[in-house]
């Protein structure tokens, strides 16, 4: 029997996460992983042209797996931030970010 890891798939919508455990064989990259997952039938909206990273760092789909990686679904962002952070100070506004203390 071949040598088996285990690895983790998330992706994150903004009113739903999703952490998908999954066994794979030693030396199975990025794309195997995610397809072996069934991520998409979970979230029918994943863009085809998604990026991946693996705690964060950027890889492709070809990247070899090791065992415990976190392999991350970059979903686009719906606005530049640069830009938007642009627009508001030409407006005279900030970003405003609402917090609750307990």
């Known amino acids: ?17 999703t952490l998908i455990q999954v066994r794979v064989p030693v030396g199975a990259t990025v794309a195997e992983v995610i397809e072996r997952s069934a991520i998409h039938t979970v979230h029918g909206g994943i863009p085809d042209n998604v990026e991946f990273g693996i705690f964060g760092r950027r890889v492709t789909s070809a990247e070899v797996l090791d065992r415990g990686d976190r392999v991350e679904l970059y979903r686009p962002l719906p606005a530049d931030p640069k830009e938007t952070r642009r627009r508001l100070a030409r407006e005279g506004r900030t970003i405003a970010r609402t917090r609750t203390r307990a």
């Open 1 to 17: 029997m071949a040598a088996e890891i285990d690895v983790t798939v998330v992706y994150a919508e903004p009113a739903r996460q």
